[in-house]
């Protein structure tokens, strides 16, 4: 049985994967940037779509997380991270969860 928090907490997680879901499938969209809060700071998921192909091919995802302000500026010296050099998705929703695991290694305390 699914409790009541477990629901809110899939539609809510729906709801944030619609903007990267929408990057596959709408040609002229190159990227998006959803902001979440972690441990009491801010931080921003951004899922970019590239060509390394060209434009005929299949585009390829990656990712960036940066610290944010409440302005939603970079955090000077803040904590930031991105999917390793040569590592590309096919799907933004995969690239999306990767970007998760790399926010929860940046915030997780050591």
């Known amino acids: 049985m699914v409790d009541c928090f477990d629901r809110i907490a899939v539609q809510m997680t729906e709801i944030a994967l619609e903007p990267v879901r929408m990057l596959q499938h709408r040609p002229m969209l190159a990227a998006v940037s959803l902001r979440t809060p972690s441990g009491g700071q801010r931080y921003e998921i951004t899922i970019a779509k590239r060509f390394p192909d060209g434009p005929a091919a299949d585009p390829v995802y ?19 991270c991105a999917s390793a050099p040569g590592a590309t998705f096919r799907d933004p929703e995969a690239a999306y969860w990767d970007a998760v695991s790399g926010l929860c290694a940046i915030t997780t305390p050591r």
């Not at 990712?63 to 500026?73: F, K, M, R």
């Open 62 to 80: 990656v990712w960036s997380v940066a610290e944010i302000d409440l302005q939603g500026s970079a955090t000077p010296g803040g904590r930031a």
